[in-house]
Nanobody, 119 residues
Framework: QVQLVESGGGLVQAGDSLRLSCAASGRTFSNYRMAWFRRAPGKEREFVASISWSSGSTSYATSVKGRFTISKDNAKNTVYLQMNSLKPEDTAVYYC????????????WGQGTQVTVSS
């Protein structure tokens, strides 16, 4: 059973940095793509970034490109989201997600971690 556990959220000021972690377990993820999504208050969940576990190829939402970096540590089965130059509009619950590369939808989700950016 796939389990994704996020950590690293918190309260920071605008311009600060924060790194989120997603510890993955329950299977091998070599044929998976991992992603971060977020849901801000009153808004729908939106894609933030994704990474291929095998190739390391990445993809970013326009709103975070150049500020956020997604990475992975194969030995630790952990995916990271380094967030720099944080803005108040980055305030949201951040979720880690996983899908097999042959699937179109993300089907495994973590419980989420709160990130709050004060102005």
């Amino acid at each position: 059973q796939v389990q994704l556990v996020e950590s690293g959220g918190g309260l920071v000021q605008a311009g600060d940095s924060l790194r989120l972690s997603c510890a993955a377990s329950g299977r091998t993820f070599s044929n998976y793509r991992m992603a971060w999504f977020r849901r801000a208050p009153g808004k729908e969940r939106e894609f933030v970034a994704s990474i291929s576990w095998s190739s390391g190829s990445t993809s970013y939402a326009t709103s975070v490109k150049g500020r956020f970096t997604i990475s992975k540590d194969n030995a630790k089965n952990t995916v990271y989201l380094q967030m720099n130059s944080l803005k108040p509009e980055d305030t949201a619950v951040y979720y880690c997600a996983a899908r097999a590369i042959i699937q179109s939808n993300y089907i495994h989700w973590g419980q989420g971690t709160q990130v709050t950016v004060s102005s």
